[in-house]
């Protein structure tokens, strides 16, 4: 099968102009948020975009910036059913190819196309460079004009990094964006402001002016046509905390069941992210992204199946990834050939995150003694990595708001049955920065490098933004983890010799 063919067959689902029920306007359309590509991995992408009305998504796709040579692509007919979002998988790319794609809307008239780029991971040992993170928009503290926008996009840009993860809370549908905050020094804080983030999301329609309010930010805009993202979800995609089954008590909320706006959520989610979920075939989120020989990326999903918050010391053990989830994980990683086993969690291991009086909503509780609660998932998995001879295992997260890197061993733990691992934590990108918490002894975890902010809910013009870079060098195999702030800096960098 030649090439022009092969890609074709990653359009799935494309349709032809004059579908039945879509109605093409005479004007120009205009795609409104920028472009996207996502999830990918030796051979295979997603590109996203969104148009301002119905159209036929129309892709091209070359080795070249001048797009000589380009083959062009009909991608999905950009429908009201998905907000006029689509993403288009492709199939049958080159390993280790730079490729630039164009992407524009048809109707009657054609939009302006707009441009990105992303290199497919290489199928023999190469470099490797990403970056991690999450927390966006949190806590009221919105794309401020005064500071630039979401200026971090721009200082990570910079290294050029293959893909980013986005660990979670890439929205706050829970945080309404004014459009201005008064701090407690009389300063003023300005945002950018949408009448879509004015409230907090309950509709599909709500969900979706979610992502649209970030995706303004030209920052944002103009990092994700350079590098391609990959999502998880954790609880701020929904509502602060969230668990399947709960009733919310909250006064601000209309529909005050958490399962229907979750359903919401996802399904924005799925439109508005540029990763393979919501696609035929692809309705998990949790998954995994093999990067060549040196890498396979686990993507956990540890909020849809997730127990109700409380004690979270059942001795039986509670509920984190869920029975299908947790076997998944095992089986992948003891299947994986590559070096390294890169564990993107949405929610760190050995901290402890309360929600109240003795009721937790991760994964540790205060006991310190063996596990109980979530934690059974954890040992379950690590335990498993142990006895099937799973190595190198790097675990990422961020959700706490502040960065720090923790040693988990044996030696210091309740639980024993492991070998030493790391974590590290990352974000926020643009909210409020909190911190530290306090770690559980269960897994033994030591914080070997922390940076807090000076108080609860600092807002980002005073710093405490964060990112984390991993690189792993081809020739010896070493995964360096790199924690940056704001401008770049490097805070903390650990190097991590691959075990024989």
Not at 87 to 116: E, M, N, V, W
Not at 347 to 358: E, F, S, V, Y
């Amino acid at each position: 099968m030649n090439r022009r063919r092969l890609l074709a067959a990653g359009a799935g689902g494309a349709v032809a102009l004059g579908l039945p029920g879509i109605s093409f306007a005479a004007s120009r359309p205009q795609l409104t948020h920028g472009v996207q590509s996502g999830d990918v991995s030796d051979r295979g992408a997603v590109v996203w975009t969104r148009a301002d009305r119905a159209s036929q998504m129309r892709v091209d796709i070359a080795t070249r910036p001048d797009f000589k040579r380009a083959r062009t692509i009909t991608g999905p007919a950009l429908t009201e059913a998905t907000d006029f979002t689509g993403k288009l998988r492709l199939q049958g790319l080159a390993p280790g190819t730079t490729y630039h794609y164009r992407i524009t809307a048809l109707a009657d008239h054609c939009s302006a196309p707009l441009k990105g780029s992303f290199t497919t991971a290489s199928d023999a040992p190469a470099d490797i460079r990403f970056q991690w993170s999450g927390d966006l928009a949190g806590q009221g503290w919105g794309i401020n004009p005064d500071l630039g926008g979401y200026r971090i996009f721009d200082t990570m840009a910079a290294s050029e990094p293959d893909f980013f993860l986005c660990s979670g809370d890439f929205i706050y549908a829970d945080n309404p964006i004014a459009a201005e905050v008064v701090q407690p020094d009389g300063t003023v804080w300005r945002n950018v402001t949408t009448e879509g983030k004015s409230k907090v999301a309950e509709t599909l329609p709500e969900f979706r002016a979610q992502f649209q309010y970030n995706l303004i930010d030209d920052n944002l805009r103009d990092y994700l046509a350079k590098v391609p993202m990959v999502n998880q979800w954790d609880d701020h995609e929904v509502v602060n905390n969230w668990y399947p089954g709960e009733i919310l008590d909250l006064p601000q909320y209309t529909e005050k069941n958490v399962d229907v706006l979750a359903a919401r959520a996802r399904q924005a989610f799925a439109e508005y992210t540029p990763g393979a979920v919501g696609l035929p075939g692809s309705d998990r989120i949790y998954r995994k992204i093999a990067y060549g020989p040196l890498m396979d990326l686990f993507v956990l999903d540890m909020r849809t199946f997730k127990d109700a918050n409380g004690p979270n010391n059942a001795p039986e053990g509670g509920r984190l990834l869920g029975d299908e989830q947790r076997a998944w994980l095992k089986a992948e990683l003891s299947a994986s050939t590559a070096t390294w086993k890169i564990i993107a969690a949405d929610l760190p291991i050995g901290l402890i995150i309360g929600d109240g009086t003795n009721i937790y909503e991760g994964i540790a509780q205060r006991d310190n003694g063996a596990p109980l609660g979530r934690e059974f998932d954890i040992a379950d998995v690590l335990a498993h990595c142990r006895r099937d001879g799973v190595r190198n295992l790097v675990f990422l997260t961020a959700d706490v708001h502040y960065t720090a890197a923790h040693h988990y061993s044996p030696d210091r733990a309740a639980f024993q049955d492991f070998d030493p691992f790391w974590e590290f934590v990352s974000g926020p990108l643009n909210a409020g920065s909190f911190g530290p918490g306090r770690l559980d002894a269960t897994f033994g975890p030591q914080v070997v490098f922390q940076k807090p902010p000076p108080a609860a809910n600092t807002n980002p013009a005073v710093g405490y933004q964060f990112f984390g870079e991993v690189h792993i060098d081809a020739e010896t195999e070493v995964c360096e983890v790199t924690l940056k702030d704001l401008d770049g800096n490097d805070l903390f960098t650990q190097a991590i010799e691959p075990a024989a």
